[in-house]
């Protein structure tokens, strides 16, 4: 980026000290980001261990164990996140190819705004129009699938009544989600050698065939990584989870019963403000599960994009 | 779609004229809404469904599409088509969500936007209040304003040098470990910042029970730094070199360089980088229900007592009710509809200085 990094020793730049207070000042807020995202594991680690070495019946549903309490919670998490994935993946493929290759130009930069403003939306308002909105909505979907399909293991009865169920949870994380995949492939689809889709247009390929063969292949790389940053960003979401989900702690698969598993966020934001004593560090010691399950998905997700950058030729 | 049709030469076979596929659509919806405008005068239940007509129509479109074009056109072309209508369904699909929502926090949220919703707060108000006080938001938008405020303070001066660093100074593992870790930061859940936050000053203050605006302040921060760093070196890097050289042939020393040329040359992309991070974080409500705690009264002391946040308003509205809900609910529309506003605004003012200030680009 600079020029003064060749300075060959003889000629040697005079080193002023307002020089050296400036970039010292610059490094100092760099390691300052690091220090904190390492105090946030220790902090988080030091309240964390009262909950893990207490009696497990101080904790609050009295479980017999620690990993008991956590076992619902974290796959209450899990489970939420993969279904919203599931429904986002290929609604964010469909708009990011919508973006990139088939709405004109000028108009596809309009769409991408609109996009945004759904990333721009508060999480408590998405909460709030789950709950009023969604809910009784897709309430009357449910009883019918529980009426027709109940034999299915995830549709087993009874229904719920309010539709504040997993499956709805996973319907608002989805739209959440959606802007942050959407952005990741749409960036990735643009960034596809102009050459590779011109050859294959001039094989004669239809517009699917010539993204088939040409702009999915090469966008691979980043598709998976934008799943796995939505991912993270579905894990992590807590007030849809808080405001919608009736939470029961329980582990099974059933979408639309009324007893579900509730996820480690809402559970949090559920019980924080009432907690005391070593319910408080039980919290606590959930939020650094979650923290470390989001901090394994990101990182990878970031590998995959940062190799593929590396011998991606339209960086280059 | 056979493997042997499939290798018709879409080149040779009749074409479908431009117009075909939009009238199709128009007359799938309107098909549709007439269909359910018939159910509903013979049921006269409910107001018009027009999420359902909309979803429906472009369902009816999609399959008579790809069946007049498999039949006109050939199966390559009929798939072709037919991924066309999945990709455009699928913006579809993503956009009923946003109209839905739209609609229902303007309707909702209007009943109560009213001046006494920004000059009350909650003190002592129970149910709908009195007529000449229902109750107002005004403590969670001090609130909201004062933490927000902080966060903006401590993350814009911490993310910016550190962005300069990266771009200006950083080389080698450093500087990699900075950008790998601050990407890996975006993804930090935002109820982690909160409860990090809260762990931090629980420990430092002795207290098991804090609950106080700075702290609120620092979890945002936390949630605001990676987005800030990011946005900035994008836009440093976007500063020529050349500017750079410029400035050390005539002598002026490396510090100076960087804030008297590289900075205001980028002030407009990080200027519009800090309003998405201040909007991005605005909205957040589980790191402040966790270390800022919520109330009903005003409070304007960030280091002492609970204080209330606009989002957080919106979910204690809707959590904690009394025995009449309705109002609290209204309150919460009225909340969600000024947060809207304030993130929306936010985003336009970002976009305005993008555009107004970019500097004039070579190409």
Redesign the interface.
Known sequence: ?????KTTPVLR?KS?P??R???G??????????T??A??AV??I??SIPALVANPEELPTSPSSFWEYVAPLAFGTVWAAALALLMAL??????A??ISH?APRRIAQV?GY?????A??????????G????APFVQPFYAWLVDNFGWIPLFTPPVSGTGRTILTVAIVLA?MV?PII?AVCREVFLQTPRLHEEAALAL?A????M?HTAVLPFGMPGIISAAM?GL??A?????VV??VLSPAMVIHFVLTGSANPPTI?GN??LN??EA??VG?NA??AT?LI??II??I???A??VVI?RRKAFSGANG | MTTASSLTNSFTTARLPKWVPWALLAGSWGVIATLFGLVQAASDSQEFNIVGVVFLGTILFDVLLVTISSLVEGARKARDRFVTSLVSTAFVIALLPLISLTYTVIADGWKRFDIAFFTQSMRNIIGAGTEQFPGGALHAIVGTLEITGVATLISVPVGLLSAIYLVEYGRGRLARAITFFVDVMTGIPSIVAGLFAFAFFALIFDNPGIRFGFGGAVALTLLMIPTVVRSSEEMLKLVPNELREASYALGVPKWLTIVKVVIPTSIAGITTGITLAIARVIGETAPLLVIAGFTTSMNYNLFEGRMMALPLFVYTQYSIPGTDVQPYLDRAWAGALTLILIVMALNLIARLIAKIFAPKSGR
Do not use: C
């Not at chain 1, 609109?114 to 759904?118: A, G, K, P």
């Not at chain 1, 239809?206 to 065939?209: D, G, K, L, S, V």
């Not at chain 1, 894990?235 to 007030?239: A, R």
């Open positions: 980026m600079t020029s003064t990094s730049a002023r307002a020089d207070i400036f970039s000042s610059t490094l100092a807020a760099g390691v300052l980001i690091l904190a995202l105090a946030v902090f988080l030091a309240q290929p609604v964010s493929l469909g708009i190819l919508f088939y769409l609109i996009v945004d403003l759904l721009a939306v508060p999480s408590v308002v998405f909460g709030l129009w709950i009023k909105v969604l739209v959606l959407t004669g239809t517009r699917w065939e993204i940053l993270g960003r894990l992590g979401e807590t007030m808080a405001m966020a949090i934001a924080f403000p005391h004593g408080v919290l606590i939020g979650l923290f989001t901090l998905v990101n990182s997700a970031r940062n």
